[in-house]
């Protein structure tokens, strides 16, 4: 009877990851960059417009932070990995062909932060805010990257005979050359491993759902998503490298990696916790929401989300009340000054009107009737009884005869009304 690993069907790696296209070459690493790129625009933008952005703002960030985080994640490759490219068997200029694999997350993020940087302080968005709306889409993209390791054979851990290991197979260029990054599979297995670039995937996947029900349940803002997203993928990370065998740095027997996993997550707990609580509102996702604090003021971060905070509360209680933002009782207020300064010319051209009288009294076109026009025509007669009539001012409410009856002799001869003036 066989032995029990030989009857496991172990999971198989592609027999090439690169095509010739006539004098171009097809690399499936590159192909699954490009696609986590697109679905990481396309979605982060969905998400930018669903928080209030403008539309296009992803995009135009984007350019600046692809090439800043390509950059980026190649040199911190190159760094971590200098042996390969400067050592004794190294070639310097195998430095930049990106194409043959290498990109380091951290100095992508790192670098693709300050391009983001960049462009958000020429087109005027919140960077804190944009980097929530793109977090998911992010660490969407590098799962999808991942599958271009399993197409190179690369980031895979030690030997293993689970059932789910991978197979490793030994590739040579048409000379008969050993490529195993170009070349074509003949078949033949070097080794079955742990498939870590799967589990980091899966991991990313797990990371990504979870950071999506969290924005939905918590509304969290002012980079704290982006936050949870470098650490939950930290962790992730750290004991993934724990796992991995192949050739890398270490620092005291640990491989750089896991290093740098461990310090960034206790740095993205710590500005988690430290940062602004709550979102920001749509308002102040627009280029115009006024000077933006640099990311490390946590002080005036805090204050714009404060007033960001109080903003919408006064806005949410004006909707409340069936007015518009900004009416109420300031509206009032407003109504009322402007519709003293407009009567006040007509009380005083009107010589009935007693000092302390009510004006919105006077104004009124029920309380100006008759007695009101008789009065203001009774003034203008040169007759010396009717001056007098009409110095004589009855008291509210009461009707004097004589203003009445030369208020009926002179009101047919009247064309213009008094607010016509």
Same mark, same amino acid.
């Given at each position: 009877m066989p032995p029990a690993t030989e009857l496991l069907a172990y999971l198989p790696s592609p027999p090439q990851?690169?095509? /010739?296209?006539?004098?171009?070459?097809? +690399?499936? $690493?590159?192909?699954?960059?490009?696609?986590?790129?697109?679905?990481?625009?396309?979605?982060?933008? @969905? +998400?930018?417009?669903a928080r209030g952005g403008e539309a296009g703002a992803v995009l135009d960030v984007a350019v600046f932070a692809v090439p800043f985080g390509l950059i980026g994640g190649r040199i911190y490759h190159v760094a971590t990995d200098w042996q390969k490219y400067f050592g004794a068997d190294g070639n310097p200029m195998d430095a930049l062909k990106i194409y043959q694999g290498g990109l380091g997350i951290w100095g992508a993020v790192f670098l693709g932060g300050i391009g983001a940087w960049i462009a958000c302080r020429i087109y005027k968005i919140p960077l804190p805010a944009l980097a929530d709306a793109i977090?998911?889409?992010?660490?969407l993209a590098q799962a999808i990257g991942r599958l271009?390791? $399993?197409?190179?054979?690369?980031? $895979?851990?030690?030997?293993?005979?689970?059932?789910?290991?991978?197979?490793?197979?030994?590739?040579?260029?048409?000379s008969g050359r050993l490529d195993m990054m170009n070349g074509v599979s003949s078949g033949e297995v070097h080794s079955v491993v742990h498939p870590t670039f799967l589990y980091e995937l899966l991991w990313n996947v797990a990371v990504v759902v979870a950071l999506v029900l969290i924005d939905r349940r918590f509304r969290i803002g002012h980079g704290r998503l982006f936050a949870l997203y470098v650490a939950g993928y930290c962790f992730g990370?750290?004991?993934?490298?724990?796992?991995?065998?192949?050739?890398?740095?270490?620092?005291?027997?640990?491989?750089?990696?896991?290093?740098?996993?461990?310090?960034?997550?206790?740095?993205?707990?710590a500005y988690f916790l430290l940062a602004t609580k709550g979102r920001e509102t749509a308002a102040q996702l627009q280029p115009d929401a006024g000077p933006r604090p640099w990311p490390w003021q946590l002080g005036?971060?805090?204050?714009?989300?404060?007033?960001?905070?109080g903003a919408a509360e006064t806005g949410s209680g004006a909707g409340d009340t069936g007015e518009p933002a900004g009416t109420g009782e300031t509206g009032t207020d407003d109504d009322s000054a402007s519709g003293e300064?407009?009567?006040?010319? @007509?009380?005083?051209?009107?010589?009935?009107?007693?000092?302390?009288?009510?004006?919105s009294k006077v104004a009124d076109s029920s309380g100006a009737g008759e007695s009101g026009d008789a009065a203001t025509e009774v003034a203008r007669q040169p007759d010396p009884e009717s001056e007098v009539a009409a110095d004589v001012s009855p008291e509210p409410g009461a009707e004097d005869?004589?203003?009445?009856?030369?208020? @009926? /002799?002179?009101?047919?001869?009247?064309?213009?009304?008094?607010?016509?003036e």
């Open positions: 990851g690169v095509w /010739e296209l006539g004098p171009f070459p097809l +690399r499936a $690493y590159a192909v699954c960059i490009i696609v986590g790129i697109i679905v990481a625009i396309w979605w982060g933008e @969905k +998400r930018w417009r977090a998911p889409p992010i660490l271009g390791n $399993y197409f190179n054979q690369e980031l $895979y851990g030690r030997e293993t005979d689970m059932p789910w290991g991978l197979e490793i197979y030994l590739r040579f260029d048409e990370r750290f004991f993934v490298e724990l796992m991995r065998d192949d050739e890398a740095t270490h620092i005291a027997g640990i491989r750089i990696n896991s290093f740098t996993s461990a310090l960034v997550f206790l740095a993205a707990i005036a971060l805090r204050a714009a989300g404060a007033a960001g905070e300064s407009t009567t006040s010319p @007509k009380t005083s051209k009107d010589d009935s009107a007693e000092p302390g009288a009510d004006v005869p004589e203003e009445s009856v030369a208020g @009926k /002799e002179s009101k047919p001869t009247e064309s213009a009304s008094p607010r016509g």
